[in-house]
Nanobody, 124 residues
Framework: QVQLVESGGGLVQAGGSLRLSCAASGRTFSSYAMGWFRQAPGKEREFVVGISRSGGSTSYVDSVKGRFTASRDNAKNTMYLQMNSLQPEDTALYYC?????????????????WGQGTQVTVSS
């Protein structure tokens, strides 16, 4: 199995940027497709972006396209989420998740391992 730890969240003004990291330990990181999800208070967990095992393929939810960029460094066992032009509606607890295999899915139930989350708060 794999253990995931997110970091990099914080408070930022609208229009600002943050970079989240997801550090993995345990089994070989490159064995897993990865995803970033977020959950705002009173809302369901939402798929943000998926990234394939190699990092060569990504898919974003429409609301973050052109603003967020996901990447991974398999040599460093780490996935990243660069978030630019942040808006108050991006405020949420952000989670990284892993599933064994090449491809990501938007459904949370497809993922086997989750981090504890990192809070992102965007003020207007």
């Amino acid at each position: 199995q794999v253990q995931l730890v997110e970091s990099g969240g914080g408070l930022v003004q609208a229009g600002g940027s943050l970079r989240l990291s997801c550090a993995a330990s345990g089994r070989t990181f490159s064995s897993y497709a990865m995803g970033w999800f977020r959950q705002a208070p009173g809302k369901e967990r939402e798929f943000v972006v998926g990234i394939s095992r190699s990092g060569g393929s990504t898919s974003y939810v429409d609301s973050v396209k052109g603003r967020f960029t996901a990447s991974r460094d398999n040599a460093k066992n780490t996935m990243y989420l660069q978030m630019n032009s942040l808006q108050p509606e991006d405020t949420a607890l952000y989670y990284c998740a892993a599933r064994e295999g090449t491809w990501y899915y938007p459904a949370p139930e497809k993922y086997d391992y989750w981090g504890q989350g990192t809070q992102v708060t965007v003020s207007s």
